[in-house]
């Protein structure tokens, strides 16, 4: 079986997680946290989360991750069966992730967790969100999944990405970046009413309390 490494708060480890629930494949969640000690980078080579155990071994970073659950089991398909298709999904999938999760991420201390960002760096994220979601509303088909009619790898990162990036619009930045953008606010509803979003939500509810006394801990 396989087995599911991280914590119910980060938002890659919940992009694997509704991968695997979606495609109805049996797996073990194991509690891991990210850090640079011998024995979690015996794991993760990067001190990272999340991390797929395979019969084979293990395996880090989600794209990779999510390739892997689609090539094994390709049951409840999250990718088109043409080329171009499976090309486009990850194109879009890779803009979100540098455009708009990576550039939010920049503010997550501030939105989050109550520590200051300086202005360079916020000023800096709001310009590259603006572009993000620019080239996202130009790319994306909302069709009303991000690259068509079915939920793809593409909506994977959607779902966990965007969500975060609007809340770092609102509490740091002052944008709302789906003010204009009404295809994909629509998505994200549809999106949390998913069939395995409530487990999701239910076991990151559960996790933060914990989660956030160790970030308190760290500081």
Do not use: W
């Not at 599911?4 to 708060?9: D, N, R």
């Not at 360079?120 to 909302?142: D, H, M, P, Q, V």
């Not at 979003?197 to 990151?204: E, G, H, L, Y």
Request: glycine share 6%; aromatic share 10%; with cysteine.
């Amino acid at each position: 079986m396989l087995k599911l490494y991280g914590f119910a708060v980060s938002n890659y480890y919940n992009m694997v997680k509704l991968a695997l629930l979606e495609k109805g494949v049996p797996f073990e969640e194991v509690p891991f946290v990210s850090g640079q000690t011998p024995e979690v980078l015996a794991i993760s080579p990067r001190g990272k989360v999340p991390v797929l155990g395979t019969e084979h071994g293990f395996l880090s970073e989600t794209n990779v991750i999510l390739d892997y659950i689609e090539q094994t089991h390709p049951e409840h398909p999250l990718l088109p069966s043409d080329a171009f298709g499976q090309a486009k999904v990850r194109e879009l999938l890779k803009e979100i992730e540098l455009y708009i999760e990576l550039p939010a991420r920049t503010c997550y201390a501030e939105a989050f967790f109550g520590t200051a960002v300086e202005p360079l760096i916020k000023e800096r994220a709001r310009s590259e969100l603006l572009a993000g979601f620019a080239t996202l509303k130009r790319n994306g088909k909302f069709a009303p999944y991000v690259a068509g009619e079915k939920l793809t790898l593409a909506d994977l990162m959607f779902c966990f990405s965007v969500d975060l990036a609007c809340a770092v619009g609102k509490k740091v930045l002052g944008i709302d970046f789906l003010a204009d953008f009404p295809q994909a606010a629509a998505l994200l509803g549809k999106l949390r009413e998913h069939p395995h979003m409530a487990r999701i939500v239910a076991d990151k509810e559960a996790a933060m309390p914990r989660f956030m006394e160790m970030v308190q801990n760290k500081r």
